[in-house]
């Protein structure tokens, strides 16, 4: 076992996380997911066998969730990264928690590439309506099973179907500062 990974949820714990959050409601708050997370370990859908190599391969490329809070009122900013040496490809977007379970719904709206401190690519992505006129059903999401920053890890469904471990990047400076 990777020893990065010890102390962790495996599957049958979250699976039973999972149906505590469904019937109880979910105890992760906004507050909770701010923070810059690693991407540990994913399962497929209906597996309780790790993807090892898609994992692998996704810690290999440092894949990033970035979430943080821009000030009251405005939801949360999400970033999802891949990096390969100095090359950095990250969608940047919205997000907002809804339900009790809860979903952290969410939407990119530009695309970035970075070498080093230049960006040969910064567009924005095709949006249909503004993200608070979209229905939960239309959007991408995460359902939270559990953790948070207190705990040093996050787990979550998404809308395909796989879970995913994130943990805590406590000494990563540069993914809290702006988006």
Partial sequence: M??????????????????????QGGAVVPSQLIGSWRLQRTWPRGSQRPAEL????????GAQLVIEDPGPG???????????GGLQLTFVGQARLEGRRPLLLFRFERLRLELGP?????????????FDQQRPGELPFFALIGGGATLGWLAARGRGGGLAL?????????????A
């Fill in 166 to 178: 994130w943990t805590l990047d406590s000494g990563d400076d540069r993914a809290l500062g702006s």
């Fill in 2 to 23: 990777d020893p990065t990974l010890a102390g962790l949820p495996d599957a049958a714990d979250l699976l039973k996380m999972e149906a505590i959050s469904r019937r």
């Fill in 74 to 84: 405005d939801g949360l900013v999400i970033r999802n990264s891949v990096q390969l």
């Fill in 54 to 61: 898609a994992s692998g391969l996704l810690r290999a490329f």
């Fill in 118 to 130: 230049f960006r040969p690519l910064d567009r924005p992505l095709p949006q249909p309506l503004p």
